[in-house]
């Protein structure tokens, strides 16, 4: 967008309102199925059961390739074109799923989810950065945080109502992309997301990675250390015997719903800790793993869950409001499909990373999941140490 053409949004609440809704969609990507996954596995026994869980993992590989492809797209069209090509492609691959009777099918409407989050994701957290100033943009990425843990309870939630009635109507649940489509189309204005030189030279993807490696890939350890806990959390604290079945999916729920206050908080955490907020998610990490590991029982469990789900509400805020601030206006376009790429490229490996481990070490070690996860939790915890805090937090 050239420098004379930006100007300040006209209903700045509306425009807020309209991106943050974007943020309660991202994380169902894969996700919001789940809880039906079971039933699924049922209807399609005949079907290679790779396939079954690819329902899953698929848009999460589509995520990160349309990631790549992002900043082209961005030439191209305005932020209104993205956004609400990116809406549709989610709604309606979203709800399609659930009219397929063939697996293969199933598939590709699961890709238009992931093309359609690829689009998203970047703008959910880059437009934050591009319509409003550097002052607000800590509050907004802690409510963005929030709003995307909110929609990841309200998506399991409903899925998992609609699973006990069919597993069709589970797919349903991306319908809710539909209340963005409303916001978006009244209220976002369809700018170029632009850096503010209108002549400056584009990045390149590597000089862009180059520049930021360090936050890109202090996400992709976020991410794996946090998913190791969903993927695991329910066999381990089943394996022990002390908590019954039925309240465990109750403590993965409050699980989230502490990421939400830990979005919430984020930018009272930053003026209280200042450039020690780099190292918060890292070591409440490193502490909930801990518990998980050598108190376990109702307290560990409880305590640790606390710990790990305050860690990723108020981690992800924190990379993304610094590396924002470091790229100004251009974030959207060039540094946040790559963040965007970690984040779920890290979703989809985790779970592969932590089964080489355990197909290695095999059951020589009690709660290895946890114990590999307080390993990368103190790897990083030394990367953080390469992250410079923002002056205004120093």
Known sequence: MEKNQIQKPKSGGSLMVSILSLSLLTVMAGAAVAPALGVIQEHFSDSNQLFVQMIISMPAIFIVITNFFFPRLCKAFGAKTLVLGGLILYSAGGCLAGACGNIGLLLITRALVGIGVGIIMPLSTGLLSFYFPPEKQDRLMGYSSAMNQMGGVIATLLAGLLAGISWRLSFMVYLLGLLSIILCLIFLPNDKIRSEEGGEKEKKTGAVFKSNYVYIIAMFLLMTIFFIYPANFAMETASDGI???????????????????????????????????????????????????????????????????????????????????????????????????????????SPVIMSAVTAALGGTIGHLPYWFAVILAAVFCLWSILISPSKKNK
């Open 243 to 349: 908590i019954p079945q039925q309240y465990i999916a109750v403590i993965m729920a409050m699980m989230d719903f502490i990421a939400f206050f830990g979005g919430l908080l984020f930018v009272r955490m930053k003026i209280l800790l200042k450039g020690n907020t780099r190292f918060l998610a890292p070591m409440l990490f490193l502490i909930g793993y801990l518990l998980l590991a050598l108190v376990g029982g109702w307290i560990g469990t409880l305590a640790g869950s606390i710990c790990i789900g305050f860690a990723n509400g108020a981690g992800i805020p924190f990379i993304i409001s610094e590396v924002s601030l470091k790229e100004g206006k251009a974030a959207a376009t060039t540094v946040m499909p790559l963040i965007s790429a970690a984040l779920y490229l890290a979703q989809f490996l």
